[in-house]
């Protein structure tokens, strides 16, 4: 007697413990569908959230009527989800798992309940018919999940080994031109960041195929030590160079170091001393700069050299061999570049890209942390020879017709765009493509030159033997959304109907894809101007159009609704969706506003960032991994900002705990009317998931020739992401946020990192389909690179992590290739 009572007292305890459990959801989801009825939204959340609290307290009273109302709770829950969502597996998660689990909460307290006037035994049937029906719709519906994993494990596709490629198209220099430069290629070598300065990231080895890639061996690691001590934004982005038989990379803090390329083994390290103060974005040195004096001895000391870019902005040339500072190259072998710019704090001027090289010119440029101060660093691209480090020229658009340092006393005109980014150049056209970043600040233009309003995000050519502008293109007309352009513009022969011309291909943040002839700047591609939305805090300086391009395939995703909003539970999707109406949002370039927050979709990491593209010249295969995210974005009135001591980085007293800096939810925009909070990725403040329904990132394949997508599909796995930071360890396709480029390989492969799960791929260029990974230890935010040494083709890749893609941060590059035959 005494064990019966204490089974049934547990099991009326464990239905007490339900119903408080399904109360305590029932009431927020019931209030809040009120709230969202009242907004203009769903009406489903309100009778759900009746339906969980009547379950609730029919439970409390022990009636076997809350199975009843639950069943239609749940049953209406299925016809609401599928009406709204379909059988998208992701857009269910939120609509039907929860609920489902709660099902199965209200099944396991029928011991506890009264059998009323029901048979209890029809009650139990009943339910357990309904669930399995409920389970089978939820496993319909995560349908397009279970693709993604076949997907995922599919086998290789056998296809034959492809030919030997020829070597890159080029456009012959004139007859008449002695080139006194030296242009390197890919192959054996990986001389600049993007295989060349022309950034196809192309190699013609095939020695790696569809066949073999799945052989790959880690063959050697090496570890700077550059690792974030206390609350340094670590996350370097190297792309290594490699000329003959040595591999050149930069770390976190730029210490340059040469290595054995086919074994890893140690050279030399030059350490520039770079301090922690200076880091700006973060601690990130994408690249350095492989240069051949062709008019020197080959035994002189620097014949071959290269030159890095540090975060407090000097630029240092080393010769290959040695190590040493080139003694004929600046001040013993380094280049102040704070010259001209002027008093700033540390880290605000903060190059974090390699130079580009054009006809033996250094064309730099450097960051310039967003969102502190309309008075920021001027962003004056200048061109330094790349023998002697003197200045050349520079391109000041606040100074129209001078192109030399500005006058004693006098500095580059301050908060002007900037090229953060790595530029292309072409020697034979003696022309480099700056991608031109945004004016300081990013979210308000009421002050802005005519000259930023031209080239502010804009694609801008420059005689680099004058630093005159040749020609240029502007992306976004009076850019308020930190669009500016990213990545690397790629260099290729493009066909059109009249033969093949060359062409820049300019990846933008709207995932979009500007194709111009690069001597010229004329379109080839046909780009029309669309009414852009109006209103927010500056409606009479919004340009009325914005430039779409039309007759070659964009990555723009379709405008977000709220049945687009997402989450761990139906509570969180709720929140979301609450979140979607009360925000302004017209589509793409909803204007910034300060009287309620606006959704800013895409998101200012793209689209395409700093990856840029790949393309394969031979096949004509353009490869583009891109993001898909919102920000939810809010201008803040100034004196608000004040108030709450939000300062720039300029200030005496500025402390960067506040929170006021480029990563900070909140950054002053100082002199100007407003500040900015920026919710990047738009995330759910309970779970720390994102609002938007998967998936966040992609990538595809586009054919140059025909200008179709052969593939577009979700990259990156939920291996590393769950709610409340938890990974989930899921090998499922989610579709992550990814930054970094790919290599592709004349095999038909290309290598990629990039997404938030650290793991390096290898897939099929013609097909999409993965067909090897390899676990990184730490984030892979760096586009890898492939070259020849020893006899075998080598991937290498740096991981280093990024500390706003939330990655792991990490000191490591590593290089993997086929294992050697035995002879």
Not at 81 to 87: D, I, N, V
Not at 339 to 367: H, K, M, N
Not at 382 to 393: D, F, H, I, K, Q
Not at 749 to 758: G, M, R, S
Request: hydrophobic share 40%; charged share 15%.
């Amino acid at each position: 007697m005494a064990r019966g009572e204490n089974a049934r007292g547990a099991a009326f305890w464990w239905a007490m413990l339900v119903a408080t459990i399904i109360l305590v959801f029932g009431l927020p989801i019931a209030a809040g569908g009120v709230w969202l009825i009242a907004l203009g939204g769903s009406w489903y959340y309100l009778p759900a959230g009746i339906g969980l609290l009547a379950t609730a307290i029919l439970l409390y009273r022990r009636s076997s009527a809350a199975i009843w109302v639950y069943l239609a709770t749940f049953i209406g829950t299925l016809i609401w989800a599928l009406w709204e969502a379909g059988f998208n597996g992701w857009a269910q998660v939120p609509r039907l798992v929860a609920p489902s689990v709660v099902l199965i909460l209200v099944l396991t307290t029928l011991p506890a309940l009264r059998k009323g006037d029901w048979p209890l035994r029809r009650s139990m049937a009943a339910a357990a018919v309904t669930i399995v029906a409920g389970l089978g719709v939820v496993g319909i519906s995560q349908s397009g999940v279970g693709r993604l994993m076949a997907q995922e494990n599919a086998p290789v596709i056998e296809t034959p080994p492809a030919e030997p490629a020829p070597a890159l198209p080029d456009i012959a220099p004139p007859a008449a031109a002695t080139p006194t430069y030296v242009t390197l290629e890919t192959g054996v070598d990986w001389p600049a960041y993007g295989g060349t300065h022309k950034a196809t990231r192309y190699s013609p080895l095939e020695q790696i195929t569809r066949e073999n890639v799945d052989q790959l061996e880690q063959i050697w690691e090496f570890r700077t030590g550059d690792l974030p001590t206390d609350d340094e934004a670590f996350g370097n982005q190297n792309t290594p160079v490699k000329v003959g038989d040595r591999l050149y990379l930069c770390s976190a803090l730029n210490k340059i170091t040469a290595l054995d390329a086919a074994t890893g083994t140690q050279f030399w390290t030059y350490d520039p001393v770079v301090s922690t103060d200076a880091i700006g974005y973060n601690a990130s040195c994408r690249g350095l700069v492989y240069f051949e004096d062709p008019t020197a001895p080959a035994d002189q000391l620097c014949a071959t050299r290269v030159v890095n870019l540090t975060h407090d902005a000097r630029m240092i040339a080393l010769d290959t061999e040695t190590g040493q500072p080139c003694p004929d190259f600046g001040n013993g072998g380094i280049v102040n570049l704070l010259e001209g710019i002027g008093d700033t704090a540390p880290g605000f001027y903060a190059p974090t890209s390699p130079p580009t090289l054009v006809r033996d010119v250094l064309v730099v440029g450097s960051q310039v942390s967003d969102g502190q101060t309309r008075e920021a660093p001027s962003g004056v691209i200048r061109g330094y020879s790349a023998v002697t480090g003197e200045l050349e020229w520079a391109w000041d658009m606040g100074r129209p017709g001078e192109t030399g340092a500005p006058p004693e006393g006098e500095v580059y005109t301050p908060g002007t765009p900037n090229v953060w980014t790595i530029a292309s150049g072409d020697d034979e056209l003696g022309l480099v493509y700056l991608p031109m970043g945004n004016s300081a600040v990013d979210y308000w233009g009421g002050d802005r030159s005519e000259a930023e309003n031209t080239y502010s995000t804009a694609i801008v050519a420059l005689d680099v033997e004058t630093g005159e502008v040749r020609w240029h293109y502007q992306t976004v007309h009076y850019d308020v959304w930190d669009y500016d352009l990213g990545g690397q513009g790629t260099l290729v022969d493009f066909p059109t109907p009249d033969g093949p011309v060359p062409a820049i291909i300019m990846p933008s943040k709207q995932a979009q894809f500007y194709i111009l002839n690069r001597e010229t700047g004329e379109p080839l591609v046909t780009i029309e101007e669309r009414p852009a939305p109006q209103g927010g805090v500056e409606p009479e300086r919004l340009s009325p159009t914005q430039p779409y391009v039309t007759d070659f395939p964009n990555l723009l995703k379709p405008e977000l609704t709220e049945a687009d909003m997402w989450g761990a539970t139906p509570l969180d999707q709720l929140w979301c969706r609450i979140q979607f109406h009360q925000a302004s949002y017209a589509g793409v370039y909803t204007p910034p506003t300060v009287d309620q927050p606006w959704i800013q979709f895409p998101g200012y990491n793209g689209g395409s960032d700093w990856g840029g593209v790949a393309v394969d010249p031979t096949k004509g295969i353009m490869i583009a991994n891109y993001n898909n995210m919102p920000n939810y974005n809010q201008l803040v009135p100034r004196e608000e900002v004040d108030a709450l001591g939000v300062l720039p980085i300029t200030d005496p007293n500025y402390d960067p705990d506040t929170g006021s800096g480029s990563h900070g939810s909140l950054s002053p925009q100082a002199l100007t009317p407003y500040g900015i909070r920026v919710n990047a990725g738009w995330r759910v403040p309970f779970t720390g998931l994102l609002c938007k329904e998967p998936p966040y990132g992609g990538i595809a394949a586009i054919d140059l020739n025909t200008r179709q997508v052969l593939w577009d599909r979700p990259f990156g796995s939920a291996r590393k992401n769950g709610p409340f930071g938890i990974p989930s360890m899921l090998p499922v396709d989610i579709g992550t946020p990814n930054n970094g480029g790919g290599v592709i390989t004349a095999s038909g492969l290309f290598f990629i990192a990039a997404a938030t799960d650290d793991i390096l791929r290898a897939i099929d260029i013609e097909t999409g389909e993965e067909v090897w990974q390899v676990v990184l230890p730490a984030g892979g935010q760096a586009t890898p690179m492939t070259y020849e040494a020893g006899g075998r083709q080598i991937v290498a890749i740096n991981a280093g992590g990024h500390d706003f893609m939330e990655t792991p941060i990490g000191d490591y590059f590593i290089a993997y290739a086929l294992p050697q035959q035995v002879e």
